[in-house]
Nanobody, 119 residues
């Protein structure tokens, strides 16, 4: 079955950086849009970034210019490089395999990884 395993979350100071990884198995990685979502306590889950099969990227307004999504077709892994972190970036971050053309298609989620930004 399809599995998404995330890693790289943790505690960072404001202005710091973290890199999240999501390794995918049980599916043809190159056929699907991949993305990262986040959910803070009491808030709805929101799109952070997505990357298409051809490398086109989309970012949420809150993270544009600070976060970068990328994917490695050899390692079947999608990354989220997070720079200039702010306390409001604190959330559980989820990796998602979407559809062949859209991240919003009902897909498969990872288990989530906590990111906390605090001094």
């Amino acid at each position: 079955q399809v599995q998404l395993v995330e890693s790289g979350g943790g505690l960072a100071q404001p202005g710091g950086s973290l890199r999240l990884s999501c390794t995918v198995s049980g599916t043809i990685f190159s056929d699907y849009v991949m993305g990262w979502f986040r959910q803070a306590p009491g808030e709805q889950r929101e799109l952070v970034a997505s990357i298409s099969t051809t490398g086109n990227t989309v970012y949420g307004d809150a993270v544009k210019g600070r976060f970068t999504i990328s994917r490695d077709y050899v390692k079947n892994t999608v990354y989220l490089q997070m720079n200039s972190l702010k306390p409001e970036d604190t959330a559980v971050y989820y990796c998602k395999r979407g559809g062949r053309v859209s991240i919003y298609i009902d897909g498969t989620w990872g288990q989530g990884t906590q990111v906390t930004v605090s001094s």
